[in-house]
């Protein structure tokens, strides 16, 4: 099936065997994994340049809510200019727009900032990394996008014993497993809409353009984090120029990773994707260690054994026969 509006968009054959390329969906998923990952001490550092307690949700919602919206301006702009267009949605977007907006931006970030502030940190870690499972979970059971498959799961078994060992504070014996509804149970709730945002973004990138769906879920879901944090009494109170160019940073990494993840999942099964969201917090762990001080944090061998069961759980899902696999899956849904 061909997408509604392909006149406005449409991915070259070399482009595509770029993306669903073994070394070329490896460096792309790469690329976006090293960004999100630092996104992780951005935040933090963030929250001390706008000067946000870390138990202010509001002003965290208003924060993250700006952000997302730089990035979907951002988005809108250089791909405008890129293609010597307006990246401007028809009527026949704009319920994709809202739907991917609700999970992928707003929902999961929402749900992300309420339970933060009453969930322990590494708990948190290891329940956001279960949004690989889930994502290939629904696609195959819920969405009907692919087949579940041993393989799968093994390698996603791979890749979340990396995330767990990444988080461990020094011992097995030393890491305990917290869950509290309001904690816990909303990040819980916002891995579910990373999940489904993943499998809507296989679908939607059908009949839609994939970075246009981007760029514009951001701006509406960017509208609706802000509304939150201004109706919670949020504020933002930048100290300075570096403020400004962090938050710049921040969206930037929204803008890009976002973008070409999106087309990433739009010529590829989920599942092979979505393993290799298992480095996002193992890139996440170093650059916190790096940029925030924290090498105390940091055993060298739990940190490269967590990495090799990452790249294991990423190399057993696209092992020989799953590339074909995955793209006989995506000629059958379109």
């Not at 730089?70 to 809108?76: P, T």
């Not at 992928?104 to 290891?126: I, N």
């Not at 701006?219 to 919670?232: E, H, R, T, Y």
């Amino acid at each position: 099936m061909a997408r509604e509006d392909s006149a406005v968009f449409h991915m070259g054959e070399r482009q595509e065997r770029l993306l669903t390329s073994t070394w070329g969906a490896l460096l792309a998923a790469a690329f976006c994994c090293l960004l999100w990952g630092s996104a992780f001490p951005c935040i933090k550092i963030g929250y001390a340049l706008f000067d946000i307690a870390g138990t202010d949700t509001a002003s965290q919602m208003l924060f993250a809510g700006t952000r997302f919206l730089l990035a979907g301006a951002m988005v809108i702009v250089f791909v405008s200019i890129a293609r010597r267009r307006p990246l401007a949605p028809k009527r026949t977007d704009v319920g994709a727009i809202c739907l991917l907006a609700l999970f992928q931006t707003f929902g999961q970030y929402a749900f992300f900032y309420l339970g933060l502030a009453h969930a322990a940190g590494t708990t948190s870690s290891v329940i956001e990394a279960s949004a690989n499972f889930f994502a290939i979970l629904l696609s195959a059971l819920a969405f009907r996008q692919e087949r579940l498959t041993g393989r799968k799961v093994a390698g996603c078994l791979l890749g979340f014993a990396g995330v767990v060992l990444i988080n461990l504070g020094g011992s097995l014996g030393n890491f305990s497993f917290s869950f509290s509804p309001d904690g816990e149970g909303m990040i819980l709730l916002s891995t579910l809409c990373s999940a489904t945002s993943s499998c809507l973004i296989q679908r939607l990138s059908k009949r839609h353009d994939p970075v246009l769906l981007s760029g514009w879920q951001f701006v509406v879901g960017g509208l609706g984090l802000m509304a939150m944090g201004v109706a919670g009494g949020g504020t933002l109170s930048p100290t300075g120029p570096s403020a400004i160019a962090l938050l710049a940073y921040m969206a930037f990494i929204s803008a890009a990773a976002y973008s070409v993840w999106s087309l990433l999942l739009s010529v590829n099964s989920v599942s092979r994707i979505s393993v290799y969201g298992f480095l996002n917090p193992v890139f996440g762990f170093v650059l916190s260690a790096v940029l925030l001080g924290e090498y105390q944090l940091v055993d060298p061998v739990r940190s490269i054994c967590a990495l090799v069961l990452v790249s294991a759980g990423i190399v057993v899902v696209n092992r020989v026969g799953a590339k074909t696999e995955g793209s006989s899956e995506a000629r059958r849904a379109n």
